[in-house]
């Protein structure tokens, strides 16, 4: 059984960090192209970042560049996704995909993704 499990979430101030993790059992994640994204009240939900199956090439929304990091450690079979300047805007639930397509998951739609986590919260304060 497939299982993508999103940790790492919580409250923080803004301008703090946080680091999600994205742990899966049951499929190895560096065989497949893995993204974040994020759903905030009210609103769809939207690309974060994805590091791409095998080559590991990094995408990351206009919003989040140069303050997030996503990145994997295959040894432990998860992903990261550590956020850093944190803004109020980034307050949403969290999720991780992955899927067995290459390239940038921001071109792939959402229905379509192979496995999805459960969310974890990320609120930020002022």
């Known amino acids: 059984q497939v299982q993508l499990v999103e940790s790492g979430g919580g409250l923080v101030q803004a301008g703090g960090s946080l680091r999600l993790s994205c742990a899966a059992s049951g499929l190895t994640l560096r065989l497949k192209s893995v993204g974040w994204f994020r759903q905030a009240p009210g609103k769809e939900q939207e690309f974060v970042a994805s590091?791409?199956?095998?080559?590991?090439?990094?995408y990351y929304a206009d919003s989040v560049k140069g303050r997030f990091t996503i990145s994997r450690d295959n040894a432990v079979n998860t992903v990261y996704l550590q956020m850093n300047s944190l803004k109020l805007e980034d307050t949403a639930v969290y999720y991780c995909a992955a899927d067995r397509r290459s390239g940038s998951m921001s071109t792939m739609a959402l229905a379509g993704l192979d496995y999805w986590g459960q969310g974890t919260q990320v609120t930020v304060s002022s």
């Open positions: 590091i791409s199956r095998m080559g590991g090439s990094t």
